[in-house]
């Protein structure tokens, strides 16, 4: 499983709240949620995510209440993968059921926004164009079973929301 993306860096603890207003999920509105997303770190933050962005987090991350609405938050927004320092351990489970990868780097790489970053889960390797390597620990076969399964409904659904349903 590889991703190739630009890189979103915050370097602020962000907690679930942080990550996402409860209030704002509650509208159940994907383009308002993902609007919203990370403005309690940056409130223009949603307009440097591109899709298939990859957040680089230099803090604590996620932890708080409601973590799988922050992980659906992020996925709205267009972030594929989080790497971040210390992301909290029920955010990253509720991460991976929804198909959103979590790792854990500690020191994070000095890698700025707009960087191409290159993640391999099954080699457990992220790198910036140009760089060397960096290994990290990749999710359990279980988890990466998890996380393609959630993948794939999320695509199944998108595809039938592009194309619609004419059955």
Do not use: K
């Amino acid at each position: 499983m590889v991703w190739v993306g630009e890189a979103c860096r915050i370097d602020v603890d962000a907690s679930t709240q942080a990550i996402i207003d409860p209030r704002i999920i509650e509208t159940g509105d994907p383009a308002e949620i993902a609007a919203a997303c990370l403005s309690g770190v940056d409130p223009r933050i949603a307009d440097r995510v591109r899709p298939g962005a990859i957040l680089l987090a230099d803090g604590a991350f996620g932890d708080g209440p409601d973590p799988q609405n922050a992980a659906l938050a992020l996925l709205a927004v267009g972030i594929v993968i989080v790497i971040a320092r210390q992301p909290a351990p029920t955010f990253v489970d509720a991460a991976h059921h929804l198909g959103l990868p979590v790792l854990t780097i500690a020191p994070l790489p000095p890698w700025h926004d707009g960087d191409h970053v290159r993640v391999d889960l099954l080699q457990g390797q992220i790198r910036r164009r140009g760089d060397a390597a960096v290994p990290v620990v990749p999710p359990p076969g279980q988890v990466l079973a998890m996380m393609r399964h959630a993948m794939m409904w999320r695509r199944t659904r998108q595809m039938i929301e592009e194309e619609g349903d004419d059955g």
